[in-house]
C-alpha cells in the first residue's frame, strides 16, 4: 500500500482541492494522512472525511514590517520540527502541497526525510509559500497555462485544478425549483464567492430591473448582504450563500458573474458555465484575481471587465448590462472552448501526477 500526505491550509483554496482528491486517493488503495495548523480550518474540514490528520505549530512570513515576522520564525521552525518527526513516523512515498504558510516546513521537512514532494499552484502567479517550496518540490502542478514559463521543463506539470466531484452531478430542475423559476426563461447566477462581494452586489441591484427583462436572477450575495426590501421580486431570489444546493443552482445557470478566484473559475469550467469575471482590483488583493481572468478570456472561457477602467472611472450600469449580454449571447463558443480544455480534469490530472512520484500506476 502506498502512503501520501497531504498538506495545505490558511483558507479554502489551500484545503479544498485535497478533498477533491480523495476519493481518487482511496479508490487507488492509498493510504492517507494530512497535516495541518493545529486549530486551523483545515482539521475542521479534514476531520470529518476520517482522514488522519496532524496539527503542527505554525506562523506567517508578511511581506511588511512586523513584529510578529520575527516572532514566527519560531514558529515556524518549530513546525519545521515536528513535520520532520511525523515524516518520520509516517514514511510517505509523496508528499503533496497545496501551499499555505502552513505547508511550507512541511515540504522542507520533506526534503530532509527524502520523501518527494509535488506542489500544486492554484492562481497565475506562485504565492509565497509555494516559491519558498518550489527548490524542494519533484513536480509542481499549475492551473494556468502561462505559468509554465516561469518553471523548469522537468518540474511544470499544467493539471488544472481539482474540484469536488459533488458540483458536477447537481440537477437544474432541483435548482429551478428552490428558487421558484420558470424552465422556460434563462437564469443568471452571480456569487462573489462566500464572503459575497459588494461591488457586484451593488451593481447587480442597481440593474436588476434590466437584468429580469431578460433573466431569472439567483442572487448568493453574502453572510450580512441579503436585502429584505427585494424578498419576494419575481424572478429574483437571493441567499447569503448555499451548501448542499449549490450543485442545483449552479447547474440551473445559463451563465454566471463571478470574481476571479481560482477554485470558483475553474469550477465553473468544469462545468462549462460562460462567465463574466469581476476580479477584485489591485487595491483590494496582489492582482492574480486579475491575470486569473485575463487568462480564461484569452482562452475564450469568458469576458472580464474591470470594478473601474484605466483612468479609475467606477463601472457604469451600462458597461455592465453590456457585458451580460455579450457573455450570453456569445455563451455556446464559450461552451466549446471549455469542452476543448485539458485542465477540465484537474483532480485525474494531479492524481496522475501523484501516482507517477509514488510509482503506482494510475
Known amino acids: 500500500m502506498k502512503k501520501i500526505v497531504l498538506t495545505g491550509?490558511?483558507?479554502?483554496?489551500?484545503i479544498t482541492p485535497n478533498l477533491a482528491l480523495l476519493p481518487l486517493l482511496q479508490t487507488a488503495g492509498f493510504s492517507i494522512s494530512y497535516i495541518g495548523l493545529k486549530d486551523g480550518m483545515e482539521e475542521g474540514l479534514i476531520r470529518p472525511t476520517g482522514v488522519?490528520?496532524?496539527g503542527i505549530t505554525g506562523g506567517k512570513l508578511r511581506r511588511y514590517a512586523d513584529l510578529k515576522n520575527f516572532t514566527d520564525l519560531f514558529r515556524i521552525g518549530a513546525g519545521f520540527w515536528e513535520s520532520v518527526s511525523l515524516l518520520r513516523k509516517l514514511k510517505p512515498d509523496v508528499l503533496f502541497s497545496k501551499g499555505g504558510f502552513v505547508s511550507t516546513p512541511v515540504v522542507w521537512a520533506a526534503k530532509l526525510c527524502g520523501v518527494p514532494v509535488v506542489t500544486h499552484e492554484s492562481d497565475s502567479t506562485f504565492g509565497l509559500a509555494n516559491r519558498l517550496s518550489a527548490p524542494f518540490a519533484r513536480k509542481m502542478c499549475y492551473t494556468f497555462p502561462e505559468s509554465g514559463a516561469h518553471l523548469p521543463e522537468d518540474k511544470g506539470v499544467f493539471t488544472g485544478l481539482p474540484i469536488r466531484e459533488q458540483l458536477l452531478h447537481g440537477n437544474r430542475e432541483k435548482g429551478l425549483r428552490l428558487c421558484e423559476f420558470s424552465a422556460d426563461k434563462p437564469v443568471l447566477v452571480v456569487t462573489g464567492?462566500?464572503?459575497g462581494a459588494a461591488f457586484i452586489n451593488r451593481m447587480v441591484r442597481r440593474c436588476l430591473p434590466k437584468l429580469l427583462e431578460t433573466f431569472q436572477v439567483c442572487h448568493l450575495c453574502g453572510k450580512g448582504n441579503v436585502d429584505e426590501k427585494l424578498e419576494g421580486m419575481p424572478g429574483y431570489r437571493q441567499f447569503a450563500y448555499v451548501t448542499d444546493d449549490l450543485?442545483?443552482?449552479f447547474a440551473m445557470a445559463d451563465m454566471v458573474v463571478t470574481r476571479g478566484g481560482s477554485t470558483s473559475l475553474f469550477e465553473l469550467l468544469a462545468l462549462q458555465k460562460p462567465m463574466?469575471?469581476?476580479?477584485?482590483?489591485r487595491k483590494a488583493s496582489r492582482g492574480d484575481q486579475i491575470i486569473n481572468g485575463r487568462s480564461f478570456q484569452k482562452q475564450g472561457f469568458g469576458e472580464v471587465l474591470m470594478e473601474a477602467d484605466e483612468n479609475g472611472m467606477d463601472m457604469m450600469p451600462a458597461a455592465f448590462l453590456r457585458a451580460v449580454r455579450q457573455v450570453y449571447e456569445n455563451r455556446e463558443r464559450y461552451i466549446e472552448n471549455m469542452q476543448k480544455s485539458p485542465a477540465r480534469g484537474g483532480?485525474?490530472?494531479v492524481f496522475a501526477v501523484l501516482c507517477e512520484v509514488a510509482g503506482l500506476s494510475s
Open 9 to 14: 491550509g490558511g483558507t479554502a483554496g489551500h
Open 52 to 54: 488522519a490528520f496532524y
Open 247 to 249: 450543485p442545483d443552482v
Open 276 to 281: 463574466l469575471i469581476i476580479p477584485y482590483s
Open 193 to 195: 464567492g462566500s464572503q
Open 347 to 349: 483532480a485525474q490530472n
